[in-house]
């Protein structure tokens, strides 16, 4: 089993900056082995993917409307993906979601995960 837990969630003003943090534990996990990823989902809104990044950490990929406010990283070490915010907007407002998926010595960077962390709430408004 793989358990995702999320932290860094609030509120902040428009402008302003926010880092999320996931941290992942469990039997199963290997941190070189497993990609993972940030999504969110918004009051009424689908599910969408923000930013994803290869299991050794070499790729990386980002959804248009954050590319160049929002940087993923990946600390193997500690079993850590974080996802840094800049610029936020009152439309990144949304529960974030951490992602991982076992992708074993290949490393590439995907959008299909299959555990879930239970999210922690960003709100952008002034």
């Known amino acids: 089993q793989v358990q995702l837990a999320e932290s860094g969630g609030g509120l902040v003003q428009p402008g302003d900056s926010l880092s999320l943090s996931c941290v992942a534990s469990g039997r199963t996990f290997m941190p070189s082995a497993f990609a993972m990823g940030w999504f969110r989902q918004a009051p009424g809104k689908e599910r969408e993917i923000v930013a994803a990044i290869s299991a050794i950490g070499n790729g990386v990929s980002y959804s248009d409307s954050v590319r160049g406010r929002f940087w993923i990283s990946k600390d193997n070490a500690k079993n850590t993906v974080s996802l840094q915010m800049n610029n936020l907007r009152p439309e990144d407002t949304a529960v974030y979601y951490c992602?991982?998926?076992?992708?074993?010595?290949?490393?590439?960077?995907?959008?299909?995960?299959?555990?879930w962390g239970k999210g922690t709430q960003v709100t952008v408004s002034s």
């Open positions: 992602a991982a998926v076992f992708t074993g010595t290949a490393d590439y960077v995907t959008e299909s995960f299959d555990h």
